[in-house]
């Protein structure tokens, strides 16, 4: 596969929730950049379509979905949906698997290890027919909590996320996974890595002993998947990390550019701009430029960065 095709798209989600989604009639549309252009993101997705039919890439796999299909995509596996010409519908959810584990066995790590790793095999595409009743209320229940957002919504997530997550493992727990294809994500350690520790003092070295690599050799295999160098991402990561502070705190410009790794304030604001096209101070003050700038910025992820 040619990994010159391959995006990584970063969601943030939002300061309080356990829940980033992607719903409305923004959603109702033609997919498609064809079987050789994929993803992958930063968390747990599971998408339900309501109308229209198409194609979804899952890995080395090509899947037919269509109004009622539930699909369980981990954060490696590499995907794409495809509509060719014709519109579909779908609602998108995206969440900290491991966290939610995290909740539900709290005193087990060894249980929590043993499912995330499970989980984290593969996805899947499941059709009306394989008896996904349960989990396809669950799924339009937080999607419906998350766009409503009454009295106590993240409460309601919070539970309906929790019997979600059971129901997957329900699903998955008799099921015999194959090992992951040729298709992976050799860097994903790394990517890991910078989500753990962006606010820290990152080299290169520490990026490719976590994926278990030589530093030359993880430059090139970084690069090919990415299209960007490792120290690129770093700042990019840093920044978007960046927004969501200047939008959700009342911390100074200067105290953001410390918390997300920066030693200096104007390497922050160059970065900023570079990357977002504003400066820090508008991002903050300007709510509505902000508002709008963000939402493109999380659904476009790397745009401008890759071909």
């Known amino acids: 596969m040619d990994k010159k095709q391959v995006e990584f798209r970063y969601y943030d989600i939002p300061q309080g929730d356990i829940v980033f989604s992607l719903t409305g009639t923004g959603w109702y ?30 890995g080395s796999k090509a899947l037919h979905f269509y109004p009622g299909c539930i699909s369980l995509i981990p954060t490696k596996e590499l995907h794409t949906t495809n509509t060719f010409g014709e519109k579909a519908g779908w609602e998108w959810m995206y969440f900290d698997l491991h966290k939610v584990l995290k909740k539900l066995y ?8 043993n499912i ?12 009306p027919e394989m008896n996904i009743q349960k989990m396809t209320f669950f799924v339009r229940g937080i ?7 009454e009295y106590m919504y993240r409460d309601m997530v919070l539970n309906l996320l929790s019997m979600l997550v059971v129901e997957i493992i329900r699903r998955f727990q008799n099921s015999e996974l194959p090992e992951r294809g040729p298709v992976s994500i050799d860097i994903f350690p790394a990517i890991e ?11 290169a070295v520490d990026l490719a002993r ?25 700042n990019f990561v840093r920044i978007q990390r960046g927004c969501a502070l200047l939008r959700e705190t009342d911390l100074t410009v200067a ?53």
């Not at 033609?30 to 997705?45: T, W």
């Not at 709290?106 to 290890?113: A, K, V, Y």
């Not at 999607?143 to 957002?149: A, D, R, V």
């Not at 994926?211 to 030359?216: H, K, N, Q, R, T």
């Open 106 to 113: 709290p005193d087990d790590e060894i249980l929590r290890d």
């Open 29 to 58: 549309k033609e997919y498609g950049e064809g079987r050789d252009k994929l993803h992958f993101h930063n968390y747990y997705e599971v998408g339900h379509c309501y109308a229209g039919e198409g194609e979804m890439i899952l």
């Open 143 to 149: 999607i419906s909590e998350m766009e409503n957002q």
């Open 255 to 307: 105290m953001v550019s410390e918390k997300v790794g920066y030693d200096s304030i104007s390497t922050f604001i160059r970065n900023f701009k570079r990357l977002i096209g504003c400066t820090p101070n508008r991002w903050k003050t300007d709510e509505e430029y902000a508002k709008n700038k963000f939402m493109n910025y999380n659904v476009t992820a790397l745009k401008g960065w890759l071909e």
């Open 116 to 127: 995330g790793h499970r989980l984290d095999r593969e996805g899947q595409l499941l059709t």
């Open 193 to 203: 890595y910078i989500k753990k520790n962006y606010s820290t003092p990152i080299r």
């Open 210 to 234: 976590s994926c278990g690599l030589s530093e030359s050799h993880f430059r090139k295999v970084f690069e090919k998947y990415m299209n960007m160098r490792p120290m690129d991402y770093v």
